[in-house]
């Protein structure tokens, strides 16, 4: 099993959030949200581990105000 690594893997974090903020730009809402969907597909995806998505899914719920875990 695979642990989530919950440090930057990137050279150059700044880029890579800059990155997908661009990939917002001009979009609508919806559009955003839309492709929000679709890049966690992809990368949920690539993961590959059940597990490891749950834990990502659990502290990304977390992060949120006023959301429980109904677990």
Do not use: C, W
Not at 12 to 38: C, F, K, M, W
Not at 59 to 66: E, F, H, I, S, Y
């Amino acid at each position: 099993m695979t642990a989530l690594s919950t440090t930057s893997n990137f050279a150059s974090p700044d880029n890579a959030y800059r990155a997908i903020v661009e990939a917002h730009r001009g979009l609508t809402d919806d559009q955003s949200a839309a492709l929000d969907t679709a890049l966690v597909l992809i990368l949920a995806n690539h993961i590959g581990d059940a597990s490891v998505l749950d834990e990502a899914i659990a502290l990304a719920k977390r992060r949120l105000p006023n959301v429980r875990d109904e677990k």
